[in-house]
Nanobody, 127 residues
């Protein structure tokens, strides 16, 4: 069982930056594929970024590529999402997710393979 707790959300002006954190419980954090998803009001949950430590794979949604950076500190059991050049369309609840090491590149961009989810943290970007 893994528990995930996100933090770092808030209100920021367009062009600004935020860093989200996701603290994970458990002793096998490094074996998990970790992802960030977001959900805006009235929209489906969408993929933002993912990191598969085994194999060193990192993947981003086109909408955030070049602006967001996913990273992890396995010693601290923490996942991060550095968000720069924020836009109003980035406004959403951001969720951290953890899945098993068998998640593939083909499936890591979809919510279904992830077994554990945090409660979410709100990010609001004003224009």
């Amino acid at each position: 069982q893994v528990q995930l707790v996100e933090s770092g959300g808030g209100l920021v002006q367009a062009g600004g930056s935020l860093r989200l954190s996701c603290a994970a419980s458990g002793r096998t954090f490094s074996s998990y594929t970790m992802g960030w998803f977001r959900q805006a009001p009235g929209k489906e949950r969408e993929f933002v970024a993912a990191n598969k430590w085994i194999g060193g794979i990192t993947y981003y949604a086109d909408s955030v590529k070049g602006r967001f950076t996913i990273s992890r500190d396995n010693a601290k059991n923490t996942l991060y999402l550095q968000m720069n050049s924020l836009k109003p369309e980035d406004t959403a609840v951001y969720y951290c997710a953890a899945g098993g090491p068998l998640i593939t590149i083909a499936t890591m961009t979809t919510p279904r393979p992830y077994d554990y989810w945090g409660q979410g943290t709100q990010v609001d970007v004003s224009s």
